[in-house]
């Protein structure tokens, strides 16, 4: 057991918005058992003093390239627009191996972790040829030794170069391996029970990357199986053009055509989308991952957000694959989205804690996840915690929530409890050691770029394997 004691500024993000003070909160294995005044320490529970904290649920994030983080600031894709960028990366990710997936997904989980993320999705959809290993079964194993709560999802691209493609051939795979091997990983990884700490999507990576069999064929093995659906769309102007080129139609129909709109599909970027689209959406149940820093990043345009939110459509917050984010700061995200959108959209286009809420609930729904986003009782157990005596915060705490996302310079947590485990303590983590999470990371780094023919540069402190 858990006790968080006599916290500061709790934000529950119910349906009411509660913001409570002095109170305590119990946690009991997997879930929040109470929230009252003066609970009494149940024996053997671990206690928090939280009388300078400010509590609140769980980032959830929805779309991350994990294998992205050892790609991170490479001069070649610094600027570059999304196709362009994506050529520059291929060759280079050509070179995935287990020790790259298992390293880039231990340094990934640890940033989400530290910077506020509870829960996290992401698409995996390079697979070398050569390379016989479970790579997503590695990126499982690793997510659970360090504590996050994870829906990874079945990528893949059918359509490389020699198909009119931007892949190398070597990274793409035949339709019916796709499909077998997406049905095997159901099978053996996802759990749909409430509470549960992994479940599967599956998620072609991008209608220009796959052909439209696989689009249609793996929506059927999905809703035969009771999994979710995912992919990239709309994300740049060259999309848009292609689709009309090669189908006669704008994305959205393009996947509307294939049966990829519902309570059950969720989309990452959605920036160039038309009003009746929206509306689409809106009326569909169909979701939205907002990347905002990737958007700015790859200039591929400002999502309507404020727009989507008032029409009804579903969004939540993602950092993307840390090669066009350049980092995995789940809180930084935050930050990012309320500054684009009050550039774009004027001073009341959003606010901090609605955009709290969109990585909170809003990501929680998306996943099918109620029993997440928010702090009441019988609800899961994810929770972050930020001591607001730090310097970032002082002269800020006439609202404590907004603070986290308007003020401060260091997004590190002091707590992070997933499933009602503490995974973060003090800043740091619990369950890896972070200096060989960072040395393991760059040396992996380092043999895919001088695979590729590329110099890693490495440091004199960096020994050469």
Not at 77 to 96: G, P, S
Not at 302 to 316: S, Y
């Amino acid at each position: 057991m858990i006790l968080f004691k006599n916290v500061y500024h709790l934000a529950t993000m119910n349906d009411a918005g509660d913001r409570l003070s002095g109170v305590d909160v119990l946690v009991d294995g997997s879930r929040i058992a109470r929230i009252a005044d003066a609970i009494d320490a149940p024996e053997g529970a671990r206690i928090i003093d939280c009388s300078s904290m400010l509590v609140l649920p769980g980032f959830v994030n929805l779309h991350h390239h994990f294998y992205q983080t050892l790609q991170r600031n490479l001069p070649a894709a610094q600027n570059r627009k999304l196709f362009d960028w994506l050529t520059t990366l291929y060759d280079i990710w050509a070179h995935v191996t287990p020790e790259v997936i298992r390293a880039s997904t231990r340094l990934a989980c640890a940033e989400l972790l530290l910077t506020g993320c509870t829960m996290a999705s992401d698409q995996m959809y390079v697979f070398p040829a050569g390379v016989d290993e479970d790579l997503i079964g590695i990126e499982i194993e690793a997510a659970r030794e360090l504590g996050i709560r994870f829906h990874p999802t079945r990528g893949s691209m059918s359509r490389g170069r020699s198909d009119g493609g931007l892949p190398p051939d070597s990274v793409v795979q035949r339709e019916e391996d796709i499909l077998r091997d997406s049905e095997r990983l159901v099978d053996r990884f996802h759990d749909p029970e409430p509470f549960s700490m992994t479940r599967i999507a599956l998620a072609p990576c991008s209608p220009f990357s796959v052909t439209d069999r696989l689009m249609k064929e793996t929506a059927e093995l999905a809703r035969r199986k009771g999994v979710l659906l995912h992919t990239h769309l709309a994300e740049t102007a060259d999309e848009t053009e292609y689709c009309l080129e090669r189908y006669g139609a704008r994305p959205l129909a393009v996947m509307e055509r294939h049966g990829w709109v519902g309570e059950d599909v969720w989309f990452a970027h959605g920036i160039h989308f038309e009003d009746a689209e929206l509306e689409l959406l809106a009326s569909t149940g169909t979701g939205i991952a907002h990347c905002p820093t990737s958007n700015m990043r790859l200039s591929s345009g400002v999502a309507r957000v404020p727009e989507m939110l008032e029409r009804g459509v579903r969004v939540g917050l993602a950092v993307d694959g840390s090669a066009s984010n350049d980092t995995s700061d789940m809180l930084g995200e935050l930050r990012n989205c309320l500054l684009v959108h009050l550039l774009t959209g004027g001073p009341e286009a959003i606010t901090a804690e609605g955009i709290v809420r969109l990585a909170t609930r809003g990501g929680a729904s998306i996943l099918g996840r109620d029993e997440c986003g928010s702090i009441e009782e019988g609800k899961a157990a994810d929770l972050i915690a930020f001591d607001m005596r730090r310097l970032g915060y002082a002269g800020a705490l006439a609202d404590p929530l907004a603070a986290i996302v308007y003020s401060g310079f260091d997004h590190t947590v002091d707590y992070t409890v997933v499933n009602g485990e503490i995974v973060v303590a003090a800043r740091s983590l619990v369950r890896a050691d972070e200096g060989e999470i960072v040395a393991s990371a760059n040396e992996a780094s380092a043999g895919m770029l001088e695979a590729a023919g590329i110099s890693s540069r490495r440091p004199p402190w960096m020994p050469h394997s």
